[in-house]
């Protein structure tokens, strides 16, 4: 059974850090590319960033760019997304989410995604 763990969120001041986790089992992650994506009250789901199975790529929605990091360690099948110069914006249930087909590169389209977490709260306030 696939499962995929988050946790890291909080409350945070503007302007603070924090780092979310997203732990993967039940399938060979290694091979597939992983996403984030968040959701604020009253707000479609959007894309966060992306990261390719092999962690040479990445991507970022503009509003992150310069200020997250999305990342992997393989060996510990586990996704990080740093969150640098947090803004009351950025406030949302941010999730991860395995792309349902392995060895592609990074996609921005949330049904490219088959498996999602549970998801955790990031409150950034002003």
């Known amino acids: 059974q696939v499962q995929l763990v988050e946790s890291g969120g909080g409350l945070v001041q503007a302007g603070g850090s924090l780092r979310l986790s997203c732990a993967a089992s039940?399938?060979?992650?290694?091979?597939?590319?992983m996403g984030w994506f968040r959701q604020a009250p009253g707000k479609e789901r959007e894309f966060v960033a992306g990261i390719s199975w092999s962690g040479g790529r990445t991507s970022y929605a503009d509003s992150v760019k310069g200020r997250f990091t999305i990342s992997r360690d393989k060996a510990k099948n586990t996704v990080y997304l740093q969150m640098n110069s947090l803004k009351p914006e950025d406030t949302a249930v941010y999730s991860c989410a395995t792309n349902r087909n392995p060895r592609v590169g990074v996609t921005t389209a949330s049904h490219a995604y088959d498996y999602w977490g549970q998801g955790t709260q990031v409150t950034v306030s002003s």
């Open positions: 039940g399938r060979t992650f290694s091979e597939y590319s």
